[in-house]
């Protein structure tokens, strides 16, 4: 199959699959906290494996940068397509499901897109942060020779802002953008179909799992940046969506943003939309 009929149909098949077709619900959840117990436990599991993962990332690096492995057609075509729906892509979808909610008065379809968009920003501006602070030279920037190997230890406090985007590797960006989506996803379909969660679950962190590791396979992050980017991401998606819905559903945020809608023009032409924003009612 054609790499870009691949990535139409793939594009499309997340455009449609979080559709929920249901008639909007009315009843609200009991507000909970926007952090919890667990949550600690999950930073520590990741933070745990983030750990245990450097010193094997030379190990993973020379696995996926051997002659075998980027000599393969398929593998370069995957490598490409899932990180290019990671990014740009997270935000071409995002946007995308918001105006058509909009346009469509689906209140479900642009809730996900405007949570799903705002959990990839929240997440990738956090990561910015820590690639600028850390200071982390990419794999490519020591190439092994016959005397040496990989060098996954060059850090440099603050380099990422002097030295440019060659030493901003840690954490991994297209692994926050695809993990703070599939977060989100996950989190908003399981309101609406709760008994699929063990099929969109598994689904969504495996397509951001294959990103992660495309961005080893091209050589521009270390295991231990992948496994970072993964706990950033998924943070940001299951906070947002949390916060939204969960902590504070009646937020400035959502009123206006969700509260907008698209009327026809006076003239009865669909090629002039108006927009109109007010917040929603309480």
């Known amino acids: 199959m054609p790499t870009r009929l691949l990535r139409a149909l793939f594009?499309?098949?997340?455009?449609?699959?979080?559709?929920?077709?249901?008639?909007?619900?009315?009843?609200?959840?009991?507000?909970?906290?926007?952090?919890?117990?667990?949550?600690?436990?999950?930073?520590?599991?990741?933070?745990?494996?983030?750990?245990?993962?450097?010193p094997v990332d030379e190990l993973f690096a020379r696995r996926l940068q051997n002659k075998s492995s980027q000599s393969s057609r398929f593998l370069q075509d995957v490598a490409?397509?899932?990180?290019?729906?990671?990014?740009?892509?997270?935000?071409?979808?995002?946007?995308?499901?918001?105006?058509?909610?909009?346009?469509?008065?689906?209140?479900?379809?642009?809730?996900?897109?405007?949570?799903?968009?705002?959990?990839?920003?929240?997440?990738?501006?956090?990561?910015?942060?820590?690639?600028?602070?850390?200071?982390?030279?990419?794999?490519?920037?020591?190439?092994p020779t016959d005397s040496t190997g990989f060098n996954p230890n060059d850090w440099q406090f603050g380099r990422g802002l002097t030295s440019g985007d060659n030493y901003r590797s840690f954490p991994s960006g297209h692994s926050v953008a695809a993990f703070a989506a599939a977060a989100a996803v996950v989190n908003e379909t399981s309101r609406w179909w709760p008994d699929l969660t063990w099929v969109i679950g598994p689904a969504m962190y495996g397509g951001a799992g294959i990103v992660g590791l495309s961005r080893m396979y091209n050589n521009r992050h270390w295991a231990s940046d992948v496994m970072m980017g993964a706990a950033i991401g998924t943070f940001a998606?299951?906070?947002?969506?949390?916060?939204?819905?969960?902590?504070?559903?009646?937020?400035?945020?959502?009123?206006?943003?969700?509260?907008?809608?698209?009327?026809?023009?006076?003239?009865?032409?669909?090629?002039?939309?108006?927009?109109?924003?007010?917040?929603?009612?309480?």
């Open 11 to 54: 594009v499309t098949g997340i455009l449609v699959l979080p559709v929920p077709a249901r008639a909007q619900t009315t009843q609200s959840a009991p507000r909970v906290p926007l952090f919890t117990v667990n949550d600690a436990y999950l930073a520590g599991g990741f933070i745990a494996g983030t750990v245990l993962l450097h």
């Open 80 to 143: 490409v397509t899932f990180r290019t729906i990671a990014e740009p892509g997270a935000f071409f979808i995002g946007g995308g499901l918001y105006i058509a909610g909009r346009a469509s008065k689906q209140r479900d379809m642009a809730d996900l897109g405007l949570h799903g968009t705002e959990a990839v920003v929240l997440g990738s501006v956090f990561a910015g942060v820590l690639k600028d602070a850390f200071g982390r030279a990419r794999p490519f920037v020591h190439p």
């Open 237 to 282: 998606g299951n906070k947002v969506v949390r916060y939204h819905h969960r902590t504070n559903p009646t937020n400035k945020f959502d009123r206006w943003l969700l509260g907008a809608s698209v009327h026809q023009s006076a003239s009865g032409s669909y090629s002039s939309l108006n927009w109109t924003f007010a917040p929603a009612p309480r």
